[in-house]
């Protein structure tokens, strides 16, 4: 901090996305009784306006040295704060402009108290689902049929979709499902919701499920499904499902985008 006093304060002037300038807030407040260094105190301040919609999809934030100038702290204090910002995709660089709040899908928060299927939980959260299905085939997997528990050479319908909600894609979907145990699944309509057209059919309706969950990275193929710039974490779904005679039916692995997909739970002793 240049002046040395314990805290400093400023007005951070901020653009519209219309191009005026107005001054709109009086809140990034740096302290000088902390060991937090300045460049972090900004970025957690920003961050914490542009989660909450303070600061919302389309603003401008003033350039590096403007705001530097105004708060009374370096340009490199600055610069590292827009630069951790920019790399978490919260801001976009705009050249001397200065920097673009992004606009991101809103955070999808299903719960996990029950078998329910997308296109279920979508229309639960008010959304649109939709799916885009890349690969739809019959064919043999010895390890695929490892997990169902049936011979190598038994038959499996494999479907690759993109599962959208309001148009945003929300997850890439690898599913496998026994055709043994279901034969109309083979040539049926699976452009709607595969658990709808299960329970139509005698012994597709299904009643159980095991899931796990677990953190990974997106392929270079699944960033340009989500359309990642750069890769972000991921949740890996992986699900074995079951009917009401405990015949396995499904399993699918899900990657669903860690950017706007949260599951909640609710937990009681």
Not at 56 to 61: F, H, W
């Amino acid at each position: 901090m240049r002046s040395g006093k314990p805290t400093l304060h400023g007005e951070a002037g901020l653009n519209s996305a219309g191009g005026d300038r107005p001054s709109v807030l009086s809140v990034l407040r740096l302290r000088g009784d902390t060991a937090m260094p300045l460049y972090r105190q900004i970025e957690e301040q920003l961050r914490d306006l542009i989660l909450s919609g303070s600061l919302p999809p389309g603003v401008v934030l003033p350039a590096e040295r403007q705001l530097a100038d105004r708060l009374g702290v370096s340009r490199v204090t600055v610069q590292r704060a827009y630069a951790e910002l920019c790399d978490d995709e919260l801001l976009v660089p705009r050249g001397r402009s200065g920097f673009l709040v992004r606009r991101h899908p809103e955070p999808v928060r299903p719960g996990m108290d029950r078998l329910k299927g997308f296109t279920e939980e979508m229309r639960e959260l008010g959304k649109i689902p939709s799916s885009r299905v890349l690969d739809r085939v019959v064919t043999e997997n010895r390890s695929i049929a490892s997990i169902f528990g049936l011979p190598s050479t038994a038959p499996f319908l494999r479907l690759t979709r993109v599962r959208s909600g309001d148009g945003v894609p929300m997850s890439r979907e690898i599913a496998w499902y026994n055709i043994r145990a279901v034969p109309a699944l083979e040539n049926g309509d699976l452009s709607g919701s595969v658990y709808g057209f299960l329970a139509q059919h005698d012994g597709g309706r299904l009643v159980r499920c095991e899931q796990t969950v677990e953190a990974t990275m997106p392929t270079t193929e699944e960033c340009e499904i989500f359309a990642f710039e750069t890769p972000l974490p991921c949740l890996l779904i992986k699900r074995h499902s079951y009917n009401q005679n405990s015949v396995m039916i499904e399993y699918v692995e899900g990657l669903f985008r860690g950017d706007v997909y949260r599951y909640r739970l609710n937990l009681s002793a």
